[in-house]
């Protein structure tokens, strides 16, 4: 199973934090939903269940 532990509306600030679990051997999934012609909608980053603690840690860490 996934667990979404990011929701966003910008595609580079969810891939940033995609790519900080990816250096640390964290599986994660993006899934856009936001409609390209009207610009509305999200960005969810996904993890495993098993790795939510952790990723969110992680992603807590990174914060801008």
Same mark, same amino acid.
């Given at each position: 199973?996934?667990?979404?532990?990011?929701?966003?509306?910008?595609?580079?600030?969810?891939?940033?934090?995609?790519?900080?679990?990816?250096?640390?051997a964290i599986p994660s999934v993006v899934l856009n939903q936001r409609d390209?012609?009207?610009?509305?909608?999200?960005?969810? !980053?996904?993890?495993? $269940? +098993?790795?939510?603690?952790?990723?969110?840690? !992680?992603?807590?860490? $990174? +914060?801008?």
């Amino acid at each position: 199973d996934w667990t979404t532990i990011y929701v966003g509306s910008f595609l580079p600030a969810v891939e940033l934090r995609r790519s900080v679990l990816e250096k640390h051997a964290i599986p994660s999934v993006v899934l856009n939903q936001r409609d390209s012609s009207y610009h509305f909608g999200t960005i969810e !980053l996904k993890v495993r $269940t +098993e790795d939510v603690n952790v990723a969110s840690q !992680l992603i807590e860490d $990174t +914060e801008v």
